[in-house]
């Protein structure tokens, strides 16, 4: 934040920064300090964009007008130095996980996001808490195959959104894949993690892929 996207015509975060992200009113001084230091960011002139991952899609509008960010739709094209990309967390391609995919629609349902942000913070913390253990023990038994995105899913995405590049994260499986569709090349690079390590793609004028 301090050293390199200070220098950065911009940053897009693409979802899951936090481990849970339970309202944009959360006390803690953890909560604070990221919104300082995205403030202090904002504050120098670099544009800042999030889109919402599966553990902070309660992330709101309050939090973007405290530090100065933008809140993206679930996929956003993006003009990368001259060519055409489609940014999005993820999830969404992960079609194959039925349950996680209804589970994802429930969660997002305005009129329950609107009932839970107005319990307690104290009762919300419980309520995630108990979700989280629910969610790592199915985890357990799913296959790694479900998880992953679908490919048809990504082609049908990037054809919608007429891109041939698409950058993602959720899934944990960094890499770049190569590949075509009604001949045409066409490139996913995946985001990983930051349990071990950190994470970033970079792009420049001269090599925007």
């Not at 936090?18 to 006390?27: K, L, N, Q, S």
């Not at 504050?43 to 902070?56: A, C, E, L, M, S």
């Not at 960010?69 to 993820?90: F, N, P, Q, S, W």
């Not at 079609?95 to 969660?107: E, L, N, P, S």
């Amino acid at each position: 934040m301090r050293n390199e996207a200070v220098h950065a015509d911009a940053l897009y975060v693409l979802g899951d920064l936090f481990e849970f992200w339970i309202g944009d009113d959360d006390p803690s001084d953890f909560a604070a300090t990221i919104k300082q230091e995205f403030r202090r960011l904002t504050d120098k002139g670099v544009p800042t964009y999030f889109i919402q991952g599966n553990r902070d899609f309660l992330l709101s509008h309050r939090f973007c007008k405290e530090t100065g960010m933008t809140l993206l739709d679930e996929h956003t094209v993006i003009d990368l130095y001259g060519r055409k990309a489609v940014i999005l967390h993820g999830d969404t391609l992960c079609t194959d996980d039925i349950k996680y995919q209804k589970f994802r629609a429930k969660v997002h349902m305005p009129w329950l996001q609107w009932i839970f942000n107005r319990l307690p913070f104290f009762t919300r913390r419980r309520i995630v808490n108990r979700i989280q253990g629910d969610i790592r023990e199915v985890k357990t038994t799913k296959s790694l195959d479900i998880m992953d995105v679908n490919q048809d899913e990504v082609v049908a995405l990037m054809n919608i959104t007429e891109t041939d590049l698409m950058i993602h994260g959720h899934t944990h499986r960094p890499g770049t894949h190569h590949f075509e569709s009604n001949s045409q090349a066409m490139t996913r690079i995946v985001l990983g993690d930051w349990y071990e390590q950190g994470s970033v793609l970079s792009a420049t004028p001269n090599h925007n892929a």
